[in-house]
């Protein structure tokens, strides 16, 4: 992973590049079952080179704390290593690009579930027409690795009716990670 991470740290290949403050990778557990995805770096997460760390991930870390989901029990990174400006929607090309380094993540931590924070990462990783008011916290397949999406933090924060279904499908990727616990 910290090959993989210098290569993104010298990364060229959109203009991103060129406003970035520092490149945000990932954290957490790299061994983790657990994989949360956003969508692309924020203010804060730009000047600090770590994801989730402004009022989003804030709101996140409650949910998590709430259904008990320990800081050591998953990784999360974001589609976009570097902040659109103005925090725009990533573009569909600088999406496709990045996206690469994603799944070498993806590859080495080798996650039994992920989590896509937000339509743009649910398009992205489980299907071109998701849906995310009708299919968040519905779990997919995909090979060996279960896939699901629930409301990006940062939606609930505008939206705070949208926080009741988001504690469910965080109670239910909770209830995931007990089963694995269980058979372990
Ligand atoms: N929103 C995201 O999608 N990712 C971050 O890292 C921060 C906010």
């Not at 103005?86 to 993806?106: A, F, G, M, S, T």
């Not at 299919?135 to 705070?160: M, N, Q």
Request: charged share 35%; glycine share 6%.
């Amino acid at each position: 992973l910290s090959e993989i991470k210098a290569l993104c740290e010298a990364c060229e290949k959109c203009e991103l590049c060129k406003t970035r403050t520092n490149v945000v990778f990932g954290r957490g557990n790299e061994k983790a079952k657990l994989m949360f995805i956003g969508e692309a770096p924020g203010e804060k997460e730009d000047l600090s080179g770590k994801p989730f760390v402004g009022a989003a991930g804030k709101l996140l870390d409650k949910y998590l704390e709430a259904v008990g989901i320990g800081a050591d029990e998953y990784y999360i990174a974001n589609i976009l290593k570097c902040r659109p400006p103005k925090n725009r929607d990533p573009l569909p090309e600088e999406q496709d690009v990045c996206i690469e380094y994603l799944r070498e993540q993806v590859r080495l931590i080798k996650p039994k579930m992920i989590v896509c924070l937000g339509r743009i990462a649910a398009m992205q990783l489980i299907k071109e027409d998701f849906k995310i008011t009708a299919e968040h916290g519905k779990i997919f397949k995909k090979g060996d690795t279960l896939i699901c999406a629930v409301y990006h933090p940062a939606a609930l924060l505008r939206d705070p009716r949208k926080k009741e279904d988001m504690m469910e499908d965080m109670k239910k990727i909770k209830a995931k990670l007990d089963e694995w616990k269980d058979a372990d």
